[in-house]
């Protein structure tokens, strides 16, 4: 097994490798992303750099902070992202052609009609599909009060019936989609959806979620989309930002181009971002059905649970056998094939990606890959070591592995294991 030099890079990544240092930041501020890093994590890269990258890629764009960032510093970076929600978000966030009368102008449309909602609003706007979105008579729980809704249906409606400019269509989807968690009953909860502490009886009128959504835009959007239309851009990234996924996509980009790759794949922590995002989705109408949602956890990298498949072999690696052994013997429960299977189907696809990683990037360039380790059954899971591998198995050259900070396992893991490493590594096409 090959060693790795291992950096201590704690007192400079440990507060940038969170989502939440944007949540003041130019357009990064449009909607709270929680499973993001910030936008200096961009630029502390883009600094040590011997030379300005001409082509970059971010294969998981989740809300979008590498393509934006990079675009703000003129390099052009093809991304690619599975949810429409979250390729939604980044599409907006990378839109360079907004000006501040258009989006008044709009904004004062949709004010005006939202001063006479419809009191028919539901047959308007159809309810998102399932079976727990509003009370039903013998429901203990449900994810939004009636009025809750209603107030989120007029504002959906008037979006729809007011703006007749696409782009501004989906820059006021976005404002929308940043108080749908508020407006609800729960609250993201790591790995879930929960609902709020005395849920039952908080609740907003419609007038108060329309007021949740002016602020939104004029206290926050409105202020950013001065900016913008004053800021020319040389580069645009946001037509190579593209919906689906990417172990399918990456063709798109052409061979031997890239010469930087940030990323942060998801984690092998069981999280599936479908149910994160759950609200967002069926509220905005990106997924209709539960066959939608379905195909859409089908496409989604193997680091959950959600989709089951026939047993599989691992990639061969020692390390990870190594892993996947003690698993099986471990006294701490029964060992589960759900687990293991997500454990080998995840290496697969990593495996997939360095070797498209080999065509895309010419020589001399460099990924950097942001990750954590994981615990199952009493067991950590060196995911950083095992993704060096990979790479080095593709022909590129794991010059370091930079521990960026120790992040909790879940509560069963962390009395056998304590914390867990989450880092990034810095590796070379040679
Ligand atoms: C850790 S997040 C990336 C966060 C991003 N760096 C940011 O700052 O916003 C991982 C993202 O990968 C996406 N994803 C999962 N499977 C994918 C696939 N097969 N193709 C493309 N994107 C995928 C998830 O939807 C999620 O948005």
């Known amino acids: 097994m090959k060693d ?9 990544y440990n507060s940038i490798m969170v989502f939440d240092k944007n949540r003041d930041v130019f357009v990064h501020r449009w909607y709270p992303f929680v499973e993001g890093y910030s936008k200096e994590f961009i630029e502390e890269i883009i600094q040590e750099l011997p030379y300005p990258p001409k ?54 449309k949709i004010a005006n009609s939202l001063l006479n909602p419809l009191q028919d609003i539901r047959t308007k706007e159809s309810i998102p599909f399932g079976h727990t979105v509003v009370y039903k008579t ?91 239309s004053s800021k020319p851009t040389l580069v645009n990234n946001m037509n190579i930002c593209y919906l689906g996924d990417v172990r399918k996509n990456i063709e798109k980009v052409p061979d031997n181009s890239l010469d930087l790759i940030i990323t942060s794949p998801p984690y092998l922590n069981s999280r599936d971002y479908t149910d994160i ?82 065509k895309k990037m010419r020589v001399g360039g460099v990924i950097y890959l942001n990750v954590a380790n994981s615990a199952y059954f009493g067991v950590e899971v060196p995911v950083d070591y095992i993704i060096g591998d990979i790479a080095e198995k593709y022909g590129f050259c794991v010059r370091e592995i930079r521990k960026a900070r120790d992040i909790k396992a879940s509560p069963q893991q962390s009395k056998m294991i304590g914390k867990l490493r989450e880092s990034v590594l810095v590796i070379d096409k040679r």
């Not at 790795?4 to 400079?12: H, Q």
């Not at 510093?73 to 907004?98: D, G």
């Open 4 to 12: 790795y030099p291992l950096i201590d890079y704690t007192e400079k």
């Open 277 to 358: 995002y759950m609200l967002e989705l069926k509220v905005l109408e990106l997924v209709n059905s539960y066959e939608a949602l379905r195909s859409l956890r089908k496409s989604t990298l193997r680091s959950h649970v959600q989709i089951k498949y026939s047993e599989l072999k691992p990639i061969n690696n020692s390390r990870l056998e190594k892993c996947l052994s003690d698993m099986r013997s471990s006294k701490t429960k029964s060992w589960n094939t759900g687990i293991l299977n997500m454990i080998c189907g995840y290496f697969e696809d990593m495996e997939t990606l360095f070797s498209a990683f080999k």
């Open 55 to 108: 082509c970059a890629m971010e294969p998981f764009c989740g809300s979008g902070t590498t393509p934006v960032e990079l675009q703000n510093h003129n390099i052009k970076c093809y991304s690619f992202e599975v949810s429409p929600f979250m390729h939604l978000l980044a599409k907006v966030k990378l839109e360079q052609t907004y000006d501040e009368s258009t989006f008044k102008y709009y904004r004062n």
């Open 138 to 228: 013998g429901m203990r729980k449900w994810n939004f009060h009636d009025t809750s809704l209603d107030g989120i249906l007029d504002i959906r409606h008037a979006i729809r019936m007011e703006i007749d400019d696409e782009k501004y269509k989906k820059l006021f989807t976005i404002a929308l989609a940043s108080i749908i968690l508020q407006s609800s009953n729960m609250f993201r909860n790591g790995k879930c959806l929960s609902y709020k502490k005395k849920w039952e009886t908080r609740i907003y009128s419609r007038t108060d979620i329309h007021k949740l959504f002016f602020t939104k835009l004029d206290c926050v959007i409105a202020e950013d989309i001065k900016i913008i």
